[in-house]
Each structure stands twice: as C-alpha cells, then as structure tokens.
C-alpha cells in the first residue's frame, strides 16, 4: 500500500489497534440501520465499503504529512504550516465541531442506554444525570494519560467484542431471509436513499484526530501506524457489516420508519430489536453490548479532542496543564448534553458534514503540499495524484449531499 523506511521499535500493535477500532466502532454504529433502512442492505454495504477506502487512506495522508513535524504536532501546527492560515481557521473550526458534537453526541446516547439500562433494573435515573455522571468518568480516564485512555479502551473493546459475537450470534441466528431481501416489498426503489447515507458513513469512521496522538503513542513509526490504522478500520467494516446484517435481517423495512420517528436514539432501536426477538437474555447482551459501544467511542473521540486543543492551546503535559485540557474538552459538551439530551441521531448527521472538511478535503491538501515541500521521504500513500483527487471528490460530494439533504432536496425514506 505504501513505501516505508523505518526499523524503529514501537510499542505493542494492539494498543494503537484498540485505540483506531475503539474510536470508530462505537454509538455512531446505532445510526447506520435507521438512516440506511431506505437504501437497504446491499446498497448500504457498497457505501460503506466506499467510504472505507476513502476514509482510510485520508487519515494515511495524514500521516503522510505529520511524519515530517516535531512529535506532539497536531492539525492546528501542521496545516498553518503547510496551508496558511486561512486554511488553518476552516480547518480547526471543522475539527473542534466534529469532535465537540461528536463527544456531545456520546454524551446523549450513554445518557440513553444508561437510562434504558437502569430501567431494565427497575431504577430510574434521569437520561441527563446518566450522560453526565459518564462524562466526568470519561474526563479523569482521559486527564490521566494516553496509555490510560488506550488500556481502558483495550478493557472496553475486548468486553464490547466478546458481547458483540454473543449478541449477533443470536441475532445472525435468527435473521430472516424474506425480512433481509425485503421480500414484502415488491417495487420497492432503495437507489433514490443511497446518497443520503453518506455524510453517516463518513461519520462513523471518524477516527483522523487519533493519527497524531498515534504518532506521540510510538514515535515516527510509520510502519507500526499504518497497520493501526488499516486493522483498526477494517475491524470497524467488518463489525459494521454484521450489524447491518443482523438489523435488517431481524427488523422489517417500514418499521425503521417508526425508529427514525421516535429520535432513532440507541434506547428506541434496541427496544425495537428486543420486541421482534422477543428474548430476555438477548435484551440484557444488547444493553451491555451498548454500553460498551459509546464506552469505547467515547474515550477515543474525546482523546483526539484533548490532544488537538492541547497543541492549539499550548498546554504542557503536566496534571495542571492536562486539567486545563480537560475542561476545554469537556465542559462544553456536556452542558450540550444537559440542556439537549435527545440530538444523538442529528448530531452525527452534522458531524458528517464538517468532518468533510477536517477528515477528507485538508488530509488530501496536506499530502500534495507535503509531497512538494519535504518529498515524504518517511512515507507516502500509493495512488499518486489521482488518489489525493479522488478523496477530494469524496469530501466535496459528502458536503454537497448533507446541504442538499438539510434542505430537503433529496428523497427520505418515510
């Protein structure tokens, strides 16, 4: 896939697997089903696996052009400096929204699976007081340290896989072929729904603000990183695609209808999951598979929102300067989270629109100015010109279907 020059010892692969894995599979995965129910399922898989190609070999750009910056350099040092400032401002405004909205969206969607969980226990605990008793657990694990994040997020990825195979493996075991073709649905049309879940997609293999923190992980290792990034992405397709089996193979089209209705938040879907399969052990492996799932995405999301405002701001490494951190990072969200507790759903939808930015069309500016500056003599992604084109493209046609979206331009399956 690339040229690498390097016999630099790293530390351990898995660590920097769980931390790109951890990142992308999380909450964000709820949302696929509800928005891709009017595509369906076999449309919803080439989209996927198209933003997957487009999604990784962005952040290896990236990479590509971080190599040639001091460790610790974030977005905010490398694109004044190759960009410009102009660019530097768009650039980090669409930064700080992706992972501002993206830990406030996680802050909604565990103050939901909370709540759904303690109702399950008969205790009940405001959706709001669940979000923010998580944030702040999320916020020390965080000030801690970068290992910290990553042998937490090692803990809560092992346990959400493990709960994952057990709960769709019963869910596999249980799908329908007439519910998976949609056999119920003769004339049915699902090419007029594929673009809009695009900007979705895009938002769930979001993990590019974790590429410098991978780099402070082990060094201008570039060999060790790519191997992060394409096992942590490919883990992410691959988890990504039994689930979009085990909904529409379980959950018939129309009833999505009613899902997306209600909010399309984490509680409504595994409600409407519990009551097709209608099993109490398999509600109970959801609920704990869901409670993992923004567990892990949530510390590695707000991880690169940490490192990114430390380098914007300036922050040393040290506990005050960390705490500095960590209230930029934090505060903000969640008092999102307390005054808007319901905007999970929407929240992810925007965060595709500006990660097109952040995540697709400076990654591929970064490289070709790279390239001309420094020659990437560390690394450099294959493809040439033509593959920087292509992720341009991308991020420009993702950005054009949300606003067309936003407006009502394009069909919406109801």
């Given at each position: 896939?690339?040229?690498?020059?390097?016999?630099?010892?790293?530390?351990?692969?898995?660590?920097?697997?769980?931390?790109i894995?951890?990142?992308?599979?999380?909450?964000?995965?709820?949302?696929?089903?509800?928005?891709?129910?009017?595509?369906?399922?076999?449309?919803?898989?080439?989209?996927?696996?198209?933003?997957?190609?487009?999604?990784?070999?962005?952040?290896?750009?990236?990479?590509?052009?971080?190599?040639?910056?001091?460790?610790?350099?974030?977005?905010?040092?490398?694109?004044?400096?190759?960009?410009?400032?102009?660019?530097?401002?768009v650039?980090?405004?669409?930064?700080?929204?992706?992972?501002?909205?993206?830990?406030?969206?996680y802050?909604?969607?565990?103050?939901s699976?909370?709540?759904?969980?303690?109702?399950?226990?008969?205790?009940?605990?405001?959706?709001?007081?669940?979000?923010?008793?998580?944030?702040?657990?999320?916020?020390?694990?965080?000030?801690l340290?970068?290992?910290?994040?990553?042998?937490?997020?090692?803990?809560?990825?092992?346990?959400?896989?493990?709960?994952?195979?057990?709960?769709?493996?019963?869910?596999?075991?249980?799908?329908?072929?007439?519910?998976?073709?949609?056999?119920?649905?003769?004339?049915?049309?699902?090419?007029?729904y594929?673009?809009?879940?695009?900007?979705?997609?895009?938002?769930?293999?979001?993990?590019?603000?974790?590429?410098?923190?991978?780099?402070?992980?082990?060094?201008?290792?570039?060999?060790?990183?790519?191997?992060?990034?394409?096992?942590?992405?490919?883990?992410?397709?691959?988890?990504?695609?039994?689930?979009?089996?085990?909904?529409?193979?379980?959950?018939?089209?129309?009833?999505?209808?009613?899902?997306?209705?209600?909010?399309?938040?984490i509680?409504?879907?595994?409600?409407?999951?519990?009551?097709?399969?209608?099993?109490r052990?398999?509600?109970?492996?959801?609920?704990?598979?869901?409670?993992?799932?923004?567990?892990?995405?949530?510390?590695?999301v707000?991880?690169?929102?940490?490192?990114?405002?430390?380098?914007?701001?300036?922050?040393?490494?040290?506990?005050?300067?960390?705490?500095?951190?960590?209230?930029?990072?934090?505060v903000?969200?969640?008092?999102?989270?307390?005054?808007?507790?319901?905007?999970f759903?929407?929240?992810?939808?925007?965060?595709?629109?500006?990660?097109?930015?952040?995540?697709?069309?400076?990654?591929?500016?970064?490289?070709?100015?790279?390239?001309?500056?420094f020659?990437?003599?560390?690394?450099?992604?294959?493809?040439?010109?033509?593959?920087?084109v292509?992720?341009?493209?991308?991020?420009?046609?993702?950005?054009?279907?949300?606003?067309?979206?936003?407006?009502?331009?394009?069909?919406?399956?109801?």
């Open positions: 896939m690339a040229t690498l020059t390097t016999t630099q010892t790293s530390p351990s692969l898995l660590g920097g697997v769980v931390i894995g951890g990142t992308i599979i999380g909450a964000g995965m709820f949302s696929l089903p509800v928005v891709m129910s009017g595509a369906w399922f076999f449309w919803s898989m080439a989209a996927l696996v198209f933003t997957w190609f487009c999604m990784l070999h962005s952040g290896l750009m990236i990479l590509e052009a971080n190599l040639n910056y001091r460790i610790g350099s974030s977005f905010d040092t490398i694109t004044k400096d190759l960009l410009g400032k102009g660019w530097n401002v650039n980090g405004i669409s930064i700080a929204f992706v992972l501002y909205i993206l830990t406030y969206a802050i909604s969607a565990s103050g699976i909370l709540h759904h969980t303690f109702a399950e226990m008969s205790l009940n605990v405001p959706a709001r007081a669940a979000g923010f008793a998580f944030a702040l657990l999320v916020a020390f694990v965080v000030w340290s970068t290992k910290a994040v990553s042998r937490m997020t090692a803990i809560v990825l092992g346990a959400k896989v493990i709960t994952f195979f057990l709960t769709f493996g019963s869910l596999l075991g249980h799908v329908q072929p007439a519910t998976l073709f949609n056999v119920a649905e003769s004339h049915a049309s699902y090419t007029p594929l673009l809009m879940t695009l900007p979705f997609c895009l938002a769930s293999f979001g993990y590019h603000g974790n590429v410098p923190s991978l780099m402070k992980y082990y060094g201008k290792d570039p060999r060790t990183i790519v191997k992060c990034l394409i096992y942590g992405t490919l883990l992410a397709l691959a988890l990504y695609s039994v689930w979009l089996l085990g909904t529409m193979g379980n959950i018939p089209r129309p009833e999505f209808i009613g899902i997306a209705q209600k909010g399309g938040n509680d409504v879907l595994v409600q409407a999951l519990s009551g097709v399969l209608n099993s052990s398999l509600d109970l492996l959801l609920v704990v598979f869901s409670n993992f799932a923004v567990a892990s995405s949530f510390l590695g707000t991880l690169g929102l940490f490192d990114y405002l430390a380098d914007l701001f300036g922050f040393d490494d040290s506990a005050m300067g960390r705490f500095k951190t960590a209230l930029l990072t934090f903000p969200p969640i008092v999102g989270g307390l005054l808007w507790p319901n905007g759903l929407y929240a992810i939808g925007y965060a595709g629109l500006a990660a097109t930015i952040w995540a697709a069309i400076v990654p591929a500016l970064l490289a070709r100015k790279s390239r001309e500056r020659g990437s003599p560390k690394f450099r992604v294959w493809g040439g010109t033509p593959m920087i292509l992720i341009l493209l991308f991020g420009v046609g993702n950005a054009l279907v949300h606003i067309l979206s936003s407006f009502n331009l394009l069909p919406v399956y109801q």
